[in-house]
């Protein structure tokens, strides 16, 4: 069975400072990663995704993750965070067995002025 | 513009009955799918649909129940027999349902039981 765990419910950088938020993955099959954000009471918006191919994905406003097979991660990072970058980040699998998304938590950022 | 519709925005039930959710989507997709979302546990499958016709009961169907008579239109009834309904529900579609689909979601539905 398929499984996603992000590290840190909560994350607050400086205006300005790298963004981390931490996923890490299980799946019996090569799996397929997806980064998706959430503004308070609207649905979500993919960041990027990461299927085959080059490992390092980059995304939309300046993200990008990469898929680490033998650490089984697939962190999000962006170089220097912005206000508008407060949101919550989910972390979502799926592969070839299981065409439903199965979720992470979510990390919820605060970017502090 | 293409897009997926929820509605209403808000929802507020009494206990014992039931309520049904509108999704809608003009976007062409084959599949559909809905999640529900409580705090601190991310969104979790209830039910989803690959074909008109056809749908597959996913990690928490238990006291919903679904259809999908069009290609456009996936409704979520909640039944009285859901526990704890209170959630924000969020209805999603992708083009044809391959694992490495690109979900598009909708704005989403909060429902509360009174």
């Known amino acids: 069975a398929q499984s996603v765990t992000q590290l840190g419910s909560h994350v607050s950088v400086s205006e300005g400072a790298l963004v981390l938020l931490r996923c890490n993955y299980s799946?019996?099959?090569?799996?397929?990663l997806f980064w998706y954000v959430q503004y308070p009471n609207q649905g979500l918006q993919l960041l990027l995704k990461?299927?085959?191919?080059?490992?390092l994905v980059k995304g939309i406003n300046g993200f990008e993750a990469e898929f680490k097979k033998s650490e089984t991660s697939f962190h999000l990072t962006k170089p220097s965070a912005h206000m508008s970058d407060a949101a919550e980040y989910f972390c979502a699998v799926s592969d070839k067995g299981r065409r439903a998304l199965t979720f992470g938590s979510g990390t919820r950022l605060q970017v502090q002025p | 513009d293409g897009g997926i519709t929820q509605s209403p925005k808000y929802l507020f039930r009494k206990e014992g009955q039931n309520v049904t959710l509108s999704c809608e989507q003009n976007l062409n997709h084959d599949a559909m799918y809905w999640y529900r979302q409580d705090p601190g546990q991310g969104l979790r499958l209830i039910y989803y649909s690959q074909i008109v016709n056809d749908f597959q009961k996913g990690d928490i169907a238990e006291g919903y129940s679904v259809s999908r008579e069009k290609k456009e239109s996936f409704p979520l009834t909640v039944t009285s027999a859901q526990k704890n309904p209170t959630a924000f529900y969020l209805c999603?579609?992708?083009?044809?349902?391959?694992?490495?689909?690109?979900?598009?979601f909708g704005p989403g539905t909060r429902l509360t039981v009174l």
């Open positions: 999603a579609s992708s083009g044809s349902g391959q694992s490495t689909d690109t979900q598009y």
């Open positions: 799946s019996s099959v090569p799996p397929y």
């Open positions: 990461y299927t085959t191919g080059a490992t």
